[in-house]
Each structure stands twice: as C-alpha cells, then as structure tokens.
C-alpha cells in the first residue's frame, strides 16, 4: 500500500466522498423529518403524549380529569376552539383565545414583558396585536360576548350586561348556565355584554403555532369558560384535544395504556411525533411524503456512493494487474494474493469512510449554523443529530462496497498467467471478444429493473407508500445497474458516433476519438464515473422540480387563497324554528369601498367580495352540508391559487370538492340540487330559499362548493357579502402583507385569516427540502468531478507506453494535452447527455412513486438544471484531464519505453 499510495489515494478520495455523502443524506432526513414535525405540531410545544376527541364528540371536562389523575401525568390542559372580538377604542381585532398552560412544556408561547393572567378579567395579547391595538400592559381592551338569556332572567342580566366588568364575569357565567336548558324550548333572547380586560403581560409565537390568525392572546381559565358557554349556549364545553406532560420518571408506554383505558370511546391517544406524522398524512392524502422522500434520497445515496466506490476501485485494481502478476512469479499462491487485495481494500475502505463519516457530520453541522444564521422562519435544530444508522450505515457501505469492488479485479488476476501479465506492453485491442455472460446479466437486470418500477409507478397508489418506495428503488437499482454493467456495449458506440463528427478537426481530435475507440473497457470506465453524477444530478432535479410543483398545488388545495377576511356572525342572527332570522344583531358587512381599501395595499394583487352561506346539496337521496361561497367565475379563476379550482364554473354549473363529491357520489356533468340552510335556535338547521338544480363540476377545490350570483338569485336567498378573498403578488412577504391588512381593518369587526402564512410555513419546509437536495447534488458533482479524474487519471497512467509512442513518432507536447483534453470532454460530454435522459426519466418514476398517493403528480422538466448539468459536465471532463495531461507531457518518451 506505501508504494501505491497515490493511486490509493485516489480511490481513498472516492470513498470518502461517497461516504460523507450518505453520512450527510442520512443526517439531513433526521433534521428534514424533525423540522417538518416541528412545524406541524407547534401548537402542542413539548407535549409528551395528545388525546384527541372522537369526530363526533370532543373531550368533556371529566374526560381531562380522568386523564389529569393517572399515575406518571405531570400536566394536562384541554385545547378548544374559542375566539372573541377585543376592542380599543375605534380599532378591533379577532383573535384565539388560550388559557395559560399548566406546565410550561405545553405552552407553545413566550412571554416577553408583564405576567400570565393571575384572576378573571386579566389578559395576555400578541405584541404585534397590542402594537395594532394601540395599548400597553396596564391598559384595558374590551369584548363584547353575546349569551342566550332566558325571558324571566333576562332583565337582570341585562341590565349587567350593558357593561359588565369583568370581575362581574361569576354572574354572566350563572347567567349562561342557564341558557344550555332554556334556550331550546324557553323564550328568551340574546344579552350581548360588555367586559373589561387589563393587558397584564405580551407574548409572542415563536413556532409558529397560531400563525395563520397572527397569534393568540391568553386568559383566566374562568373568563375562558364562560366564554365557550355563550358559545355553546350553555351546553357541556368540549375540548378538541388534550396535552399531556409527563413526570420526568415515567414510562412513557405503561402511563399510555392507562390513559388509553380511561378515555372516552373514539378517543385517540398519540404521541407528539405521531400527531406531526398524521397531520403530515393528512396534508398528503394519507401519505408521509417526508418520511418517504427521506428514505428515497437515503437509497440513493447507498446506490450511489457504492457505484461510485466500485467504478474507481475496480480501474484502480485493474491497472495493478502487472504488480500482480509478479507477485505470482515470486512465489505467492492465488490465495495469498486475493487475501492480500481484499485486506489491503479492507483497510483502505475502513479508513476512507471513517473519515467520510467526520467530513460528513462536519458539512451537516456547518450547514445547520450557516441556515440557523438566515432568517427562515423554519425552527432548525441548533445541532446535528448523529443516530446510530448515520454512523453505522457510511462505515458499511464504504467498507464493504470496497471490498466487492475488489473482488473480480483480484479475482481476474489471479487467472492471468504471470509469465503473459510481465510482457512489456499491451497493445490496445482494437476489438473486444464478445461477452455474451455480460450481456445476458446486463438484460436481465435492466428488463427486470425497468419491470420492477413501472410496477410501482403504475401500482404505486394501491400500496403502502414505503412498499412502493422500496420496489421503485429496487427497480431503479436494478435496471442502472444493468445499464452499467452493458455500458461497455453501448458507450463506446455513442462515444464512437460522436467521435466521428469530431474527427475531421485536426490531429489532436483524431487521435481522442480514436483513443475512445481503441479500448472500449476503459472508455466506458471512464464515462461511468460521470454518468453516475449526472444521473443523481438529473434525477434529483426532475424528482425535487416535480416534487414542488405537485406538493405547492396540493397546498393550493387545502388554502386556496392567500388571505381570508370574513365578518363573524353573530350567535344572534339565528332563526326561530318557523320563521326567518332575526337580524337585530345582524354580522358587520362587507363593501366594495373596503375591498378597494385593502387593494391599494402593497403586495395584494387582487381582492374580491364573497358571499358566504351554508347549503345542502343532494342527489338521489345522498346528502351534504358544506359552505357555499358565491362570486363571478372569472374573479374565482383570478383569486384562487389554483384557478382550475373554478374552471367549469358558470350560471348553470356548481363547483363540489373532492371530498363531498365521494360523499355525494357524484361526478362531474351530474346534476344535482342546491338549497340554503341556516341555524335554528336550537343549534340545528332549517332550509331556506328555493332548491334548484345545476351541473356538478368536481374539482380540487377543497372548501366546499362554489357558485356564480346567478345561482345564489336564482335560490331567492338574498345575502351580502361576508368574506374577502386576497391574493398575493408572487413576491410578497405575506408577514408583512398580512400585517398591513389586519392594520388596515382594525377599526372593522372582522376576522382575518392569513392562510398565507400556513402555506408559506409548509412552502418553507418544502424549500428546506430542496436547499438540502441542492446540498446533495453539490456533492453529486464533486463525486463525479472526482469520479472522472480517477479514471482519466488511472487510463493515462496505464497509457504511459502510448502516450511516450506518439511523442516519439512527433506529437508535441501541446498536442498531448490537446487530445486528453479532447478525449475527457467527448468522454465526459456523452456521459452527461445520457445521465441527463436517464435521471430526468429516473427522476420522474421517483415523483410518481413518492407523491402518487397524494393525487395526480405534475412532471416538471428542470431545463435551467439540466442546461448547468451539462456545462459542469464538460468542464469537469476538461479539469480532469489538466493534471494527467501535464503527467503525460512531462513524462520523458524514453523513461516511458522503458520496461518496468
């Protein structure tokens, strides 16, 4: 090994890039998982463990009990959804209300300046709200709160509620209790209170939990209570979910399985993880993408680093034949000789990978502090995660992949009788004697490979998505492996055409196509090494261009639009049983002059006025229940992020999402009936309007149903408008947008909703995804740029004899060089068109097979990335031919004759 070791180092190099590559994969899918987790299950902080409620019941107060009561539980608060409009003078604003948490690992807050509520009437706001509110700690916001009040109390309460403190809230709270009972078959009416709040402390959300409402301010579990007992007109309050803490000593399985025993039927209990991998499924249709895509690239990354290994180790090996051979004339038996090569690779395949695995760590620790330096607004870790699978897995695969890499090499020369292996030199076969084993493996892997993968392409929706993802990389192994192993077949023919074209421009191009062809072995060696990166190079940008492209649609889907503004309507615009609704409390209404307001706002690129109401389609004795939402269709086509949500839209058709369409039963070109509903005082719903009947149009629009005013007419419902939908300019930040709106509408009592900033948190996560593939495709090309100076290198070696040939016979010096450079360019430049068709073909199958449990996957071609691809390609073939090339010219023609 010390007198080889240069040529060893050279393939030391190799395997300690394509083990830090995999160390770096494997790293980067434990911080992409975690990240992603992180950003789905913000509002949960620290929670151990989360109880959730059945779809059709929530968590009652006995339930969180039950739960607060186990053994090992250090904390359990109960999550629900309850809002409430603040006031300051002329300005308004509609947030979340939260209670604070009973540990602080549950509470997904920070507070910056003040205290936590301490009793009744405190309050706890978002800085960004208190700065739009125009308050301090120590000033006083109201809310008003609206309670069903039965006839013989309702003078009383009344008169408290014409300005009630909030330290009278013990009274409204009785009030209330009474209205769950009375408000069903008592006469009564609605008592709409006034309380007083002093802002005692500021907060902020640093992980994003309340995002989408710009924050959530914290109040008295009192105050909260009744608040959700106005809303439930007295009914039982129920809680979506329950957080759980855990003692620091507990087992975390055994105090699961007693929580699991006292929850109510139809509960679900989860683990923080769990939760963040459910909803993650649920964004993608069942299906977890990450995790998937995370195991896709750690495949890869195996495959490729242990092509890679074994391209340069085998030249390598293959140039020492003579060395070889000599041994054998000194007395050592095949035996020795193979142990000695396989020891020898041993060593230098554990000694590469370790320090690939450090060089690894290194880069993804690096990479971690760079990102943690620019603002993201994505919560990365601060340090790399090194699990047992990061360092286990690149010390495997290096060691091991080195060793069979050296198996035929030593294998072949053990059969060369040493007596041929010591002739001086070789000359180069012109032709190559046909071998028919080779090209039978060669088609029975890429045939089966291919076979492999469009099984699960075409199957892969039927199937577990890591089933599918396991047979796709199966599949793709095979079949590049097949290609790989018949390059020798094909390769030099490509080169071959390629080469003629070249050929008739001057000595030095003559001789580089003739060399391609002289040796069609080392050729294809040579442009494998390239073809390999190029081919992970495409196929990672044709996978992540249509990974981006299908998962930002699917976020189009669950957010159409950028920023929802709507009017809260109020508990009092319900009906009576038989008559129409009592709009003495009628909801705040939304006009054109407003919509034009919030227009001139910078970043907003359009806004349009949307009537909102509940509607009952059916079909055929199916029914469903959705919001409809009524507008003109070319405003819904130029609102919506995905105008083909609305296309079909007219005053004759219906839009009905996915989702109630499956419910319904129903197609597209269906007819079906529409009606309008609204709320009785019971809680329930009553038809309103006429019925009538209009062409279902199914589409991807995920809210409901859409209709064009015609329809909403033609119903007899007449309605205002109540919401407004905003779209961003592409270049917005939608923070800053978000803010100038609710800015703009503080002195309006509305709610705004910046959808926007939900999907940016998941847009970001999905950047993050692509930085790191960027990551990884860097390390594709040093690989390959590696690839090709090892080989080129290797095969200018082995030409020695050549080259000192045609310097003899006159070739300058100039023209030397020339002609390597050519060659490395031809070989190079062929190697990267092929690698381009094969990794944008490879990459494809990877999307459909990754995203195609999500739905219909768009197959994007990355031409900017392909273009790059190709230049980095020829310019590493020509660096890689600079350093054998001033070898070779300085290498004296008579040193080189001479036999070794």
Known sequence: MRRSLGRLTAAGIAIMIGTAFVAVTLIAGAVITRTSYDAVSASLADADLVLLGSRDQGLSAEDVDAVRETDGVAAVDGHMRLWTELSAGTKHAYP???????????????????????????????????????????????????????????????????DTAATDGADSADSADGAGAAATDVEGEWVTRTERLEVVGLNDDPTGA???????????????????????????????????????????????GEIEAAAPEGAVLRTKDEHAQAKTAELTNGADVFTTIVLGFASIALLVAALVIANTFQVLVAQRTRTLALLRCVGADKRQLRRSVLIEATILGATASAVGLALGIGLAQLTLTVLGGVNLDVPLPATVSVTAAAVIAPLVV?????????????????????????????????????????????????????????????????????????????????SFVGVLVGAVFWIPKVVSLTGAILGGRGTSAKLAAANTLRNPRRTAATSTALLIGVTLVAMMSTGAASARTTLTEELASEFPVDVLVWAPRSLSAVAEPTGPADDTSAPTVLDQRLADELDQIDGTAQVQLVTSIDAVVTVEGAEATGPLRVLPAPAARGVLLAPDQAEGLDEDSVIVSQGL??????????????????????????????????????????????????????????????????????????????????????????????????????????????????????AAVVIALIGVANTLSLSVIERRRESATLRAIGLSK???????????????GVGAVLGSVLGLLYGWAGAVTVLGVMGDVRLTVPWRDLALVLVVALGAGLLASVLPGRAAARTSPVEALAVD
Request: no cysteine; glycine share 10%; proline share 5%.
């Open 96 to 162: 979340d209300v939260t209670t604070l948490a009973s540990d602080p690992r549950l509470d997904p807050q920070v507070l910056l300046d003040g205290r936590a509520p301490e009793r009744s009437g405190e309050i706890v706001l978002p800085d960004r709200m208190a700065e739009r509110l125009g308050v301090e700690v120590g000033d006083t916001v109201t809310t008003e709160r609206s309670s069903w009040v039965p006839a013989d109390a309702a003078d009383a309460d009344g008169a408290d509620g014409a």
């Open 210 to 256: 309340f995002a989408q409402t710009g924050g959530a301010v914290v109040v008295h579990p009192e105050d909260a209570e009744r608040w959700a007992l106005d809303d439930t007109m007295g009914a039982p309050v129920q809680y979506t979910e329950a957080v759980v803490a855990l003692d620091a000593d507990a087992d975390l399985e055994s105090v699961r």
């Open 398 to 478: 290096g060691t091991l992949v080195t060793v069979v890499a050296a198996l035929a090499p030593a294998r072949g020369a053990t059969r060369v009788a040493p007596l041929a292996a010591l002739r001086p030199a070789d000359a180069p076969a012109l032709t190559q004697r046909r071998n028919l084993p080779r090209l039978v493996i060669a088609s029975l892997l890429t045939v089966a490979g291919v076979g492999l993968l469009l099984f699960a392409v075409i199957g892969g929706r039927e199937m577990d998505e890591v089933l599918a993802l396991g047979v796709g990389v199966l599949g793709g192994a095979l």
């Open 661 to 778: 369409a499956e419910v319904l039963g129903v197609e597209s070109g269906d007819v079906v009936s529409l009606g309008a509903t609204t709320l009785d005082r019971t809680g329930g719903t009553v038809p309103t309007g006429e019925s009538v009947e209009r062409t279902a149009v199914v589409t991807e629009f995920g809210q409901g149903f859409l209709a064009t005013p015609g329809t909403l007419e033609a119903m007899g419902v007449d309605a205002t408008p109540n919401e407004m939908w905003l779209r961003m300019d592409a270049d917005a930040d939608p923070v800053d947008v978000v803010s100038d709106i609710q800015d703009a509408l503080d002195e309006t009592t509305v709610s705004v909703a910046g959808a926007a900033l939900e999907r940016v948190m998941f847009q970001r996560v999905i950047d993050t995804l692509l930085a790191v593939v960027v990551g990884l495709l860097g």
């Open 814 to 828: 100039a023209q030397l060089r020339g002609t390597l450079a050519i060659e490395g360019a031809l070989i190079a």
